[in-house]
């Protein structure tokens, strides 16, 4: 089993790399860009086949290690 | 006063914290590798600056969870001291010793320079030996010192006198809330901060500043 894990700052985290992306973009000449926000993904694969028991292990693994909660949320997706 | 700083691989700043406390202290600090599962008995655990880990992830996220951690965590709740200067903040914020979270630079440029540090709270194990506000100059040498925290937590370290040090009125170099350049947890036995008192102690160092700072650990 395949999990594929997004991790994105919360709403209101200033996100200075995307600030930076957003500008660079702008002297590429893309005007149509209203806002820029960086994130992490993540590829896991799973010895596990439950996919409950999987989704469990795969929250806490977020929780513990691939986020970090005060200043980030984080997506899980099982395929 | 024994004490130990902690080395993790990436750590380039292990050798000015132990020289530092050596000095005041007239005790050699033992190194412990984080590998390690125990620490030694002592009175002050140091986690010094550095890269650890290349600041793989987040800055400190994989020596927070380092094995020795687990042991500075229980002895920390139980009243042991812990220094956490630069990298070392970010590693025992993430450690969840200290509330918060340490982003990168609003400016986005590693920034290495010497900064104002206003001392806001005296009665510390670090900063005992200070007088409230005095200002001392402390160099800082980082590119995550935007500390961050939500609202509940920002007014409980201001209520409560958590906020050890500020930087100077106009000096703050990263965006950081409130000024905020280093933070105690509720006890006061866990101390956090980003610029590096260390690196300002003797005639070398162009100042001796911050020599006061580490005394303070021989009162405390």
Redesign the interface.
């Known amino acids: 089993m395949k999990a594929k894990i997004k991790v994105t700052l919360k709403n209101g985290?200033?996100d200075?790399?995307g600030?930076?992306i957003e500008g660079a973009l702008g002297s590429l000449g893309f005007s149509g860009i209203e806002h820029v926000r960086q994130g992490k993904y993540f590829e896991i694969d799973l010895k596990n086949s439950d996919k409950a028991k999987a989704k469990a292990e795969l929250d806490d693994i977020c929780r513990?290690?691939?986020a970090?909660t005060?200043?980030e949320n984080y997506e899980i997706e099982l395929a | 006063m024994k004490s130990a700083v902690i080395l993790f691989p990436g750590i380039n700043r292990e050798r000015d914290m132990a020289r530092a406390l050596e000095a005041v202290t007239g005790h050699k600090p033992i190194i412990v590798w984080h590998t390690e599962t125990t620490l030694p008995q002592v009175d002050l655990v140091a986690v010094p600056g550095g890269f650890s880990y290349g600041d793989y992830?987040?800055c400190g996220?994989i020596a927070a969870?380092s094995p020795i951690m687990t042991d500075i965590r229980a002895k920390a709740a139980k009243g042991l001291k812990v220094l956490g200067v630069c990298n070392g903040f970010q590693i025992i914020t993430?450690a969840g010793l200290l509330?918060?979270?340490l982003?990168?630079?609003?400016?986005?440029k590693f920034v290495c320079r010497e900064v104002k540090l206003k001392v806001e709270n005296t009665r510390t194990f670090f900063t005992n030996k200070m007088k409230q506000g005095d200002v001392v100059r402390c160099p800082i040498a980082h590119g995550e010192g935007?500390y961050?925290?939500?609202a509940e937590t920002l007014k409980a370290l201001e209520d409560n006198n958590r906020i050890v040090f500020r930087y100077a009125e106009g000096t703050n170099p990263n965006?950081a809330m409130n000024d905020i350049a280093g933070i105690a947890n509720e006890q006061g036995n866990v101390i956090g901060m980003m610029p590096h008192p260390e690196n300002m102690i003797e005639p070398l160092h162009g100042n001796s500043d911050c020599r006061p700072l580490f005394e303070s650990l021989l009162a405390a």
């Open positions: 985290v200033l200075p790399q600030k930076a513990k290690l691939l970090n005060v200043i | 992830l987040r996220a969870r993430e509330p918060g979270a982003l990168r630079n609003s400016g986005l935007n961050i925290c939500d965006g």
